[in-house]
Every structure is written in C-alpha cells, then in structure tokens.
C-alpha cells in the first residue's frame, strides 16, 4: 500500500510540474536563445547536471549545522575567508539583505548616530528602522548625464565630518559609524580606504555594502575590494557578479572593531532557520572557482571587456561609458537627451534576444560576469553597432518608429524626459522624524501632486536598484512630485508605497 501511494504521489507531482506555469516558463527561457546579460553571474550555464529535488536536505548527520559549523560548512566559510583576506566568512542563504540587516543590527545600538550615504539599497533603510537607530544622509556626487550617483570620495565624508562635528549635536552625539555601497549599481567605486582610517580616527565602524563586487580583487583590471581596503564588515553577493545561486551571499568580519559573536548572533537571527543545502553546495563551488581557477577565467574576463570597450568607440549615438574608474564589468550604454531608453532597452531584447539588466531614466544596463561568453559579447557588439547606424541615420522623430510595436513607454512626451528628469540629481529630502516615529500614527493618502510638503509614512523608490526618493519621516520635497508623474507616464513601475497614483503621509495636524 504504502509503495503505490509513493507511486502516486510521485505520478501528481510531475503532472503539477507540468501545470506549473512558471517552471514551464523557466524551461521555455533556458531552451531559448536570449542571453542574460543580467544577474545570476553564473549565467544560466550549469556547473553541475543535477536534479534539484534529490539534493534538498536539512542537517542532517555528517552535513554540519550553518549556525554552528564545525566540518564541511566550517571548512568552506574558512576557504571564503582566506579567498578574499578576511578574518572570518559567514554563507548567508537570506541574500546580501539578510547580511545587510546582521552587519548593521551587530555594529550598532538603537539610538546611534550612523552616517547613511543617501543611495544605500532599501534593505539598510530597513535595518535603520528595525533597530531605532538616528541616520545623517550624505549624498554623493553624481554622473550628471545618466543621473546616477557615483562613489563617495573622502573629501566628501571628511567635510560632512567636520561640520558635524562642529555642532552641538556632534558633539553630544559622535557617529558610531558609516554605511555606504561601494560599487553602486552602476558600478561606482568609494574611496573605501581614505573613509575606513576617516572613521576609525573616531573610533567608528565602517560597513560596506559590496554586493555588486563580489569579484573584486581577483585582476588588476578590477578594483580592490573593500575587504582589503579597511573597512570592518562588508557584505558580498556572490549570486550578482560570480557563478553562484541566486540568495548567495557572504558576510566577511574583516577587522576585530565589530565582536563577531554579536555578528554571528544577528547573522542566525536574519537567515532561515533551514538554510538550503543546494544554495550553500552553490558557494562552494563558487569559491572553488576562485580558489583553483580566477586567474583563468578573470583574465579571460578582462579580454573580452578590453575587446568590448575598444569596439564601442565606434559609437556615434549611442555612448558606452567608460570603465577606467568603475567596475568596467557594468556595460552602461546611454542614449541622447531625447531619446527613449525603453527603445533601446525593448530593441534589444525583442530583435536581438539579449535581455538586459534594467532600463534606467536615460540609460540601459547590461551586467556581465566570468562567466559569460565571447560570443554573448559579439552579438551584444553586433547589436549595438546595427542599432547606432540605424539611428544616426534617422531623425529623432524616426527613431521612435524603430522600436518594437507597443514596447516604447514615452507616449511620445520625448521633449519632457531630460527636464524632468534633469531635476532628479538636485533633490535632498528634510528628515522631520525617525522612521520608526511614524509607525502607528494617524495617515492620510494623498494623490503625488498634492504630496510635496507632507511627511511620507512609506518607502518610494524604483526597483531595481531599490534606493528610495523618500523614506518615512522624510518630507516630500516640492521637485520630487513632478518627477514621480513624469516617472509613472513613461512606464517607470514605483515600488513601496500601497497605491499607484500616490503615497500614505501623516495626516494634517500631527
């Protein structure tokens, strides 16, 4: 009885499979030609032929406990650590999210002053407020032409420093620290080092958000990272730029400033208490990679960028921005003021097959990896070159009618992008309460252009890269609502607040 029920059981769940519209989707994008110039970093190519289900375990005898390893999980985080010159590793399971909000809630207290660059993920914003602390933003400069921010020199920090410092409430409250993402989505890259001794001059903690360099360090042609660089807990997505599982995720402790028990206090609290065996057989091999094989393949990587880079020169209306200074391993191609980055990003993906990272406000973003391959690079330069001769010999107005039927989300509103969005690099936002102030207190939702002036009680960002406009106990400044109808008429989804028309703000008189 109990064999045919197992046979049974086994018949309902590949015919469930094959109901499944999402695993059928997923099978029907891996038996297509469209090349991930996105994230995982593994690139959909298989390390190993396995079918998931009969690897999916929980501790068991002889696979050691995450929470409290001591053989075959301790020995990888101890390889993970010694990889990337750390003082210890932690696999995280939760992606850098769960990371973020360890490093955070372990360095600090509630009711700390902590230095916040402005264009950190929503993930920090969160940790902010779980944990009361008192955040001061600093906003770093910006790529005028894509607006974007770029990384934060140690100048910046230095002269936010000294005016803090030089009033009452620096005195009476000294920054316990500085959170700051480096490289940013982009690939932007802060002065880790000169900000790090910045810092620990007053005995405060730097945390760095480095999900998005994960592959730092293994070639000259890539920036140092911030492991090596003095900062003390830095947080790495091995999933964005390395051939690992999407969640994957390491915690380094790269000074003794932070008591790592308390890291790996709050690391157990923000991971699931069944962390997945297949994920962390993931970091494995990843870091196995590293171990036996990064100067191959990074310095493979580095070819095809060099190559790619050089190619793009070409390019007459269509720009790709330099790598010198930044990860070069984010290919950023920007359009005209004028131009639609929805028809470059929708050209490429229905004519070209080659799905790209995201669509920013003026520029589409392509990621790459170790793991990708040369021809991936030449149908991305083939297309390209095609796309830019086309529109070099069209007028503004024609170019619009080359992108896909449908796809090109400006309505035809071309002349109003680059002022509205112009604006967006200028705006900085009043901070009325913390966060956590807001939360039980009385709301009222309010449509975007009636809400500048009013405290907002939710979160509002684009995703990606998830940096908020605004964030609760923020006012709303009067540049931003424009903006964010501008945003929504050219198909730009604003995630976070509860409504699409508007946002929830504090009701009058509180």
């Avoid at 301790?74 to 992606?95: D, I, P, W």
């Avoid at 310095?299 to 790598?323: T, W």
């Avoid at 998830?466 to 989804?493: F, T």
């Amino acid at each position: 009885m109990v064999l045919f029920q197992a046979i049974a059981v086994r018949e309902h769940w590949v015919y469930y499979s094959m109901q499944s519209n999402l695993l059928n989707q997923l099978v029907k994008l891996s038996e297509s030609d469209m090349y991930p110039f996105h994230m995982p970093g593994h690139k959909r190519q298989s390390m190993h032929e396995l079918s998931v289900t009969k690897y999916d375990i929980t501790e068991i005898d002889g696979f050691d406990n995450l929470y409290a390893p001591e053989g075959l999980l301790q020995q990888c985080m101890e390889r993970a650590a010694t990889v990337y010159g750390s003082r210890k590793a932690l696999l995280g399971v939760n992606g850098s999210t769960g990371n973020l909000l360890a490093a955070i809630s372990a360095a600090f207290h509630p009711g700390d002053v902590v230095l916040v660059a402005r264009n950190c993920h929503k993930a920090v914003y969160h940790a902010l407020e779980l944990r009361q602390l008192k955040p001061k933003f600093i906003y770093p400069e910006t790529e005028d032409a894509l607006c974007v921010c770029k990384g934060l020199m140690g100048r910046e920090v230095q002269t936010w420093l000294s005016a803090y410092e030089a009033t009452e409430e620096g005195r009476e409250h000294p920054v316990a620290g500085m959170i700051l993402t480096s490289p940013t989505y982009e690939g932007f890259v802060s002065q880790i080092n000169e900000i790090a001794a910045l810092l620990h001059e007053r005995n405060a903690v730097l945390i760095v958000d480095e999900a998005h360099g994960a592959h730092f360090g293994f070639h000259e042609a890539f920036p140092v990272s911030a492991v090596k660089e003095g900062a003390d807990l830095v947080i790495q997505s091995l999933h964005k730029t390395l051939p690992a599982m999407t969640q994957t995720s390491l915690l380094h402790i790269a000074t003794n400033r932070v008591c790592a028990s308390r890291v790996e206090k709050y690391f157990s609290m923000y991971q699931t208490s069944s962390p997945s065996y297949i994920l962390m057989s993931s970091m494995e091999q990843c870091i196995a990679v590293l171990e036996h094989e990064a100067k191959e393949v990074f310095s493979c990587y580095a070819r095809l960028l060099e190559d790619f880079y050089h190619k793009m020169r070409k390019l007459s209306v269509l720009k790709v921005l330099p790598g010198e200074g930044r990860d070069p391993g984010k290919i950023i191609i920007s359009v005209p003021k004028g131009d639609s980055a929805h028809c470059l990003y929708e050209l490429l993906r229905e004519k070209y097959h080659l799905q790209p990272e995201m669509c920013g406000l003026r520029h589409v973003l392509m990621m790459t990896s170790v793991f990708d391959t040369q021809e991936g690079f030449e149908r991305l330069k083939s297309a390209l070159l095609e796309i830019d001769e086309e529109w070099k010999n069209a007028a503004l107005g024609q170019r619009k009618k080359l992108c896909p039927e449908g796809k090109d989300k400006t309505n035809g509103n071309q002349a109003e992008e680059p002022d509205g969005f112009d604006r967006i690099r200028n705006i900085r936002t009043v901070q009325c309460m913390m966060p956590a102030k807001t939360e039980g207190e009385e709301t009222e939702f309010v449509c975007f252009a009636a809400s500048a002036g009013r405290i907002s009680t939710e979160y509002l960002y684009l995703y990606p890269p998830g940096i908020p406009y605004v964030i609760p106990g923020e006012e709303v400044p009067e540049e931003l609502p424009p903006i964010l109808m501008i945003l929504q008429e050219k198909g730009y989804r604003l995630l976070g607040n509860q409504q699409k028309e508007g946002l929830f703000v504090l009701k009058k008189g509180k």
